[in-house]
């Protein structure tokens, strides 16, 4: 059995000569003004982890850097590494066993005695350990899924299963209590006891099933399953939402054609999915890659189709809010948040793009375009939808931002890019901490952590010089034959001192409300308590006068009160309007607001008709 290689040094961070082989550190000291985490007894330290083709250890900040006091492996023999849900654990996969440490302080948690594992994922409570392998004679060709219990490292259940990709894996999920598991077989999901696996309990039979999906924990409510079957022939393919133990029917459902595929994503809430779907050829002849849609789908019914025109290259649901993000149509393209209406709120402008991070704590945004694009990112400040800067990261594979919400990590691995293997760290306004040239890099990722433990510092706009130090200029290309000759002087951008210019394309959205201008809500009829002002949309609001000095003062009814609190609200619209048309920027649930102004008219109808 192999251990970890644990060193009682103190030294957190390693340096090699050029001349050796092992990779190479550089971590950026940070001078600027820019936001800082805290650091209190009670926040925990960012940790990452990295596997290359000869190494894998972990790294942990502020300075980042290999920490000899946790586990690493240098012989080659990691062949994958994975850490728990909530980030307790870690799990190094070997070539002959696996080995589940604590991801603090490096201590052997258990050891899973079992050559040419896959895949692994961790149970959400971190008592159960699922590992997949191929078949062999090791295994008799059987029985090559397996459910462990971590703490005694023993076998719970198996079974066979031939095939398994990424896209398809866990194939055994839990809720996030543990209390229930769900499998899919052929045309069926079995449900079992998540303490008792292999127990059927419930099925959900549906003909050619293809994917299913827990929702997260909801606050005492039952678990609901969302499920996706593809288009076959004529038939259209379909999304259900389910709500257990009541399996034998659903609570809503929609069907769709061009769906060969889907990506089903719920929102924070568990109410309600977006589902992406996909097909592999395009029937128009308008792209090689098929056709895309998105659909919402709510646990009450609500249904509709945003009808975008174009692919759609990524769509996720905000942390903290009832909204989601889409990034579509042609290169350059555009990316919009949208409500749970299916109405536009923010355009952030058209640019090559392709991906959508979101912070942990929701307030802001990284826009990148990866893969087939040169890799640029703007970082966006969501409560006063302002660009804070942009920056590159040229074949960047993982991309992730940290549970504090302040660093944001790249990395290019192979074998899908060979070269420059490595990590970058950056925070939102594209200061350097940290870069780590690490040949043959396979996997990076960030420790996940309790976002809530990490306090929201104010964000702090970068300034122009801090702009020119972590952004080197672009030069001006030089023939080589004048490159011995005077050189060129440097084409210069000036950087903003308080946000980058806003994209073409870039707009924020107003609900229109159709009776806003004609709608005059009713007056009290009292010959001298109150007046009507007409405001600057010709939207007719009521006023109340003082009562005079010997005028007894009589209490509100209820009904009054509530009139009073709707006005109010309907005035602060007004303000939010006006900031919002003079140009400033207001935060989202500011703009949720504006957009519930005919919601506000309406109630304020139906108070005053009880007058």
């Known amino acids: 059995?192999?251990?970890?290689?644990?060193?009682?040094?103190?030294?957190?961070?390693?340096?090699?000569?050029?001349?050796?082989?092992?990779?190479?550190?550089?971590?950026?000291?940070?001078?600027?003004?820019?936001?800082?985490?805290?650091?209190?007894?009670?926040?925990?330290?960012?940790?990452?982890?990295?596997?290359?083709?000869?190494?894998?250890?972990?790294?942990?900040?502020?300075?980042?850097?290999?920490?000899?006091?946790?586990?690493?492996?240098?012989?080659?023999?990691?062949?994958?590494?994975?850490?728990?849900?909530?980030?307790?654990?870690?799990?190094?996969?070997?070539?002959?066993?696996?080995?589940?440490?604590?991801?603090?302080?490096?201590?052997?948690?258990?050891?899973?005695?079992?050559?040419?594992?896959?895949?692994?994922?961790?149970?959400?409570?971190?008592?159960?350990?699922?590992?997949?392998?191929?078949?062999?004679?090791?295994?008799?060709?059987?029985?090559?899924?397996?459910?462990?219990?971590?703490?005694?490292?023993?076998?719970?259940?198996?079974?066979?299963?031939?095939?398994?990709?990424?896209?398809?894996?866990?194939?055994?999920?839990?809720?996030?209590?543990?209390?229930?598991?769900?499998?899919?077989?052929?045309?069926?999901?079995?449900?079992?006891?998540?303490?008792?696996?292999?127990?059927?309990?419930?099925?959900?039979?549906?003909?050619?099933?293809?994917?299913?999906?827990?929702?997260?924990?909801?606050?005492?409510?039952?678990?609901?399953?969302?499920?996706?079957?593809?288009?076959?022939?004529s038939t259209p393919g379909s999304a259900r939402i389910y709500s257990y133990p009541t399996v034998n029917e659903y609570c809503s459902h929609l069907k769709f054609f061009k769906a060969s595929e889907a990506k089903v994503l719920w929102n924070k809430k568990g109410n309600a999915i977006l589902v992406h779907t996909f097909t592999d050829t395009d029937k128009s002849g308008k792209s090689y890659y098929g056709e895309t849609g998105l659909w919402f789908l709510s646990q009450d019914g609500t249904s509709f189709n945003l009808n975008i025109k174009g692919p759609i290259h990524d769509v996720q649901w905000s942390p903290t809010l009832d909204q989601f993000m889409v990034c579509y149509g042609n290169m350059p393209s555009q990316t919009t948040l949208f409500n749970l209406k299916g109405e536009p709120l923010v355009d952030f402008g058209l640019n090559p793009r392709n991906t959508i991070r979101f912070s942990p704590n929701g307030q802001l945004l990284c826009l990148g375009g990866f893969g087939n694009l040169q890799g640029d990112m703007d970082f966006w400040d969501l409560t006063r939808y302002k660009r804070i800067c942009g920056t590159q990261s040229h074949c960047a594979i993982y991309t992730e931002w940290s549970a504090d919400s302040v660093h944001f990590m790249t990395a290019v691995l192979s074998p899908r890019i060979r070269v420059d293997n490595g990590v970058k760290i950056i925070k939102y306004d594209n200061t350097i901490v940290y870069q780590e040239n690490i040949p043959e890099l396979y996997q990076a990722s960030w420790r996940p952590l309790n976002p809530l433990v990490f306090p929201n510092e104010r964000i702090v706009y970068p300034s122009i010089q801090q702009q020119k130090e972590s952004s080197p200029q672009p030069q001006k290309y030089t023939p080589p034959s004048l490159r011995n000759m005077q050189a060129a002087p440097p084409v210069v951008t000036s950087p903003p001192a308080m946000g980058a210019p806003l994209p073409s394309g870039f707009k924020v959205y107003l609900a229109s409300a159709k009776s806003s201008s004609t709608f005059k809500p009713k007056q009290k009829p009292s010959s001298s308590s109150s007046s009507s002002t007409p405001t600057t949309n010709n939207t007719t609001t009521t006023t109340t006068t003082k009562p005079s000095a010997d005028e007894p003062k009589r209490e509100l009814t209820p009904v009054e009160k509530k009139i009073r609190n709707v006005e109010r609200k309907l005035k602060e619209v007004e303000v939010l309007k006006e900031k919002l048309n003079s140009g400033e920027f207001i935060p989202p649930t500011a703009i949720e607001k504006i957009n519930n102004e005919q919601k506000f008219l309406e109630e304020l109808r139906k108070l005053q008709s009880e007058l």
Request: charged share 15%; aromatic share 10%; with cysteine.
């Open 1 to 233: 059995m192999s251990s970890p290689n644990n060193n009682n040094n103190t030294t957190t961070t390693t340096t090699t000569s050029p001349s050796q082989s092992s990779p190479t550190l550089t971590s950026v000291a940070s001078n600027s003004t820019t936001t800082t985490t805290t650091e209190t007894s009670t926040t925990p330290k960012l940790q990452f982890v990295v596997r290359s083709k000869t190494n894998a250890y972990q790294e942990i900040g502020q300075q980042f850097g290999k920490n000899l006091n946790l586990p690493s492996y240098s012989n080659g023999d990691c062949r994958h590494v994975e850490y728990s849900k909530d980030g307790t654990l870690i799990a190094y996969v070997n070539l002959n066993e696996i080995v589940i440490c604590n991801s603090d302080g490096g201590s052997v948690h258990s050891v899973i005695n079992r050559p040419n594992v896959g895949m692994i994922s961790f149970s959400p409570q971190n008592s159960f350990l699922l590992t997949w392998e191929r078949m062999s004679e090791y295994n008799n060709n059987e029985n090559n899924l397996i459910v462990w219990d971590i703490k005694q490292a023993s076998i719970l259940y198996k079974t066979s299963q031939k095939y398994c990709n990424q896209e398809n894996w866990p194939l055994i999920k839990w809720t996030d209590d543990e209390v229930l598991a769900g499998k899919l077989i052929s045309n069926e999901v079995h449900f079992f006891n998540g303490r008792s696996i292999g127990v059927l309990a419930k099925k959900i039979k549906l003909q050619d099933i293809s994917s299913f999906e827990f929702a997260p924990a909801a606050n005492g409510g039952p678990y609901k399953i969302a499920t996706f079957v593809p288009e076959k022939g």
